[in-house]
C-alpha cells in the first residue's frame, strides 16, 4: 500500500479522539496502512523486567493510528493539505496541493 507520508513528517490528526493534534510521524508501516505520531493515540503499557538492572511497570506508549485519520502539513504555509506528485529530471517529488511547494 501506498503511504501519504513518510517517517518525520509533520501532520495533524483529522479524526479520531485526538483531532487537531500536530504531531510528527515517528513510524510508517504501509503494510497495515498506519502511522505512529508522536503524543497521539497513548496507551498504558503494563511491561515486566527484562533484565536485573531493568525496572518493570506500567509505561505510556504511542499506537499506530490509521493514515487516513491524519493530513501531511505544509513547512511553507503551515497548513494541512494533500500531498501531490510532481516528476522534474526523472525524479518524483511530493509537493503541497495548496501552495505548489516542495515537501521533502
Known amino acids: 500500500m501506498k503511504m501519504h507520508v513518510k517517517a518525520k513528517d509533520e501532520v495533524i490528526v483529522i479524526s479520531g479522539k485526538d483531532k487537531g493534534v500536530k504531531g510528527k510521524v515517528l513510524a510508517s ?9 508522536e503524543g497521539v493515540a497513548m496507551v498504558t503499557k503494563h ?23 491524519v493530513m501531511l502539513v505544509c513547512q511553507k504555509c503551515g497548513k494541512p493539505s ?5 516528476v ?5 517529488i511530493r509537493t503541497c496541493k495548496k501552495c505548489g511547494e516542495q515537501i521533502d
Open 29 to 37: 508501516l504501509p503494510k497495515s496502512g498506519k502511522v505512529v505520531v
Open 47 to 69: 511491561q515486566k523486567s527484562r533484565a536485573q538492572g531493568q525496572p518493570g511497570g506500567i509505561i505510556k506508549k504511542e499506537a499506530a493510528i490509521d493514515a487516513s485519520n
Open 82 to 86: 494533500r500531498s501531490g506528485v510532481k
Open 88 to 92: 522534474t529530471d526523472g525524479k518524483k
